[in-house]
């Protein structure tokens, strides 16, 4: 049977870190609790008559506490809409069979059974490969702790065998060169610290990285050249 809705009554002694804030959802979360830190991973648990649940992407189909899904957020500080673009907010504005209506955040997450919400990634930005499932930002986090990287970009890449295979842009500190010997040390560190299946099948070198009006890396420019290539 499906659990009940997580809802937070009253308030909590809090931090003042704060939480990741939906850009659908607006601030839909209280800020996780300094004082317990297996928590300090989570995004912290929802403001008062805020609801949320996980579902199984593409369904509204809730899934069991500790199994990834898309987090859908319900309550008073969620959007209206999107201006003068009604299919998109058909699809990320959804009545379920509660009577609610829920948002469908495209993040992907999971909730403990404490009603504490960890996020995990942007799920067009998963890749699969395998038929396992890869977080980019994770990969991203790895490379990014070795001593010659200044920035990196991972993305998943099309192969008639695994779906997707994992490729990792890279862009190396002042001072290093992107020489043969340099990728082969960067992959030798990234067997050491990344899961087999996740392990990137190439990383090439660029002087930069394009970016969004924002300053964030533009992937979706790395998707689109290496699947024309």
């Not at 499906?2 to 909590?12: A, C, D």
């Not at 509204?60 to 009604?86: A, F, K, R």
Request: glycine share 6%; proline share 7%; with cysteine.
């Amino acid at each position: 049977s499906s659990r009940p809705l997580q809802r937070v009554k009253g308030t909590l002694n809090t931090s003042r870190q704060l939480s990741r804030a939906l850009e659908e959802g607006t601030s839909a979360m209280v800020p996780r609790m300094a004082w317990y830190a297996p928590m300090m991973a989570s995004r912290g648990i929802p403001f008062p008559d805020t609801y949320y649940k996980i579902v199984k992407p593409g369904t509204q189909e809730e899934v069991p506490y500790g199994e990834e899904g898309e987090i859908c957020l319900s309550g008073p500080t969620v959007m209206l809409e999107y201006v003068n673009h009604p299919e998109e907010t058909a699809q990320t504005k959804q009545t379920h069979a509660d009577g609610l209506t829920w948002i469908h955040t495209g993040d992907l997450g999971m909730m403990d059974e404490d009603g504490f919400i960890y996020f995990r990634q942007r799920i067009k930005r998963m890749i699969v490969t395998n038929g396992y499932n890869v977080y980019p930002s994770q990969l991203e986090n790895i490379l990014e702790g070795h001593e010659y990287v200044h920035l990196s970009c991972v993305i998943g890449v099309k192969d008639p065998i695994k779906m997707q295979r994992v490729k990792a842009f890279v862009v190396l500190k002042p001072g290093y060169v992107p020489t043969e010997a340099c990728k082969q040390e960067l992959m030798e560190y990234c067997r050491k610290h990344i899961a087999k299946y996740a392990m990137p099948s190439d990383i090439e070198f660029r002087d930069e990285l394009p970016k969004t009006l924002v300053g964030k890396v533009a992937y979706r420019c790395l998707l689109y050249t290496s699947d024309a290539a």
